[in-house]
């Protein structure tokens, strides 16, 4: 249970749009955050936290580009045997959204049931 999403704004995340146009985005490129968690923060089972938190990152650039599902590399195992599937992607992408993004199906479009892993670096 290490994973946290922080919902945004998405009318500051949008360019163009009122909010982003009056407010600018809610992460600006360049600029040092601190995600803070205090102890007394409960979980989604209402259970205390073990302790606090603190989380310090740096923001890139945004990533505007499509996903180039044409660049990805695909070593796909030989038939009959248990080696995995390997996806490799050129850029990281959003773990949560591969857990549901991605399907294998069989050449008559059956879904194949298996074991996802995604690597640290989200490009695997």
Request: charged fraction near 25%; glycine fraction near 12%.
């Given at each position: 249970m290490?994973?946290?999403?922080?919902?945004?704004d998405?009318?500051?995340?949008k360019?163009?749009?009122g909010?982003?146009?009056?407010?600018?985005?809610?992460?600006?490129s360049?600029?040092?955050y601190t995600?803070a968690i205090?102890?007394d923060m409960?979980?989604?089972y209402?259970?205390?936290?073990?302790g606090?938190?603190?989380?310090?990152?740096?923001?890139s650039?945004a990533?505007?580009?499509p996903?180039?599902?044409?660049?990805?590399?695909i070593?796909?195992?030989?038939?009959?045997?248990?080696?995995?599937?390997?996806?490799?992607f050129q850029?990281?992408?959003?773990?949560?959204?591969l857990?549901?993004?991605?399907?294998?199906?069989?050449?008559?479009?059956?879904?194949?049931s298996?074991?996802i892993?995604i690597d640290?670096?989200?490009?695997?």
């Open positions: 290490t994973c946290l999403t922080i919902l945004l998405p009318g500051r995340l360019r163009g749009v909010p982003n146009r009056a407010l600018g985005p809610p992460l600006r360049g600029q040092r995600l205090a102890p409960i979980d989604m209402g259970c205390p936290l073990r606090g938190f603190c989380k310090s990152f740096c923001v650039d990533v505007r580009a996903i180039a599902r044409e660049r990805w590399k070593r796909v195992p030989a038939q009959g045997t248990l080696e995995p599937l390997d996806l490799k850029r990281p992408l959003d773990w949560a959204q857990w549901r993004g991605i399907t294998v199906v069989s050449g008559r479009g059956e879904p194949i298996g074991q892993d640290l670096g989200e490009t695997r």
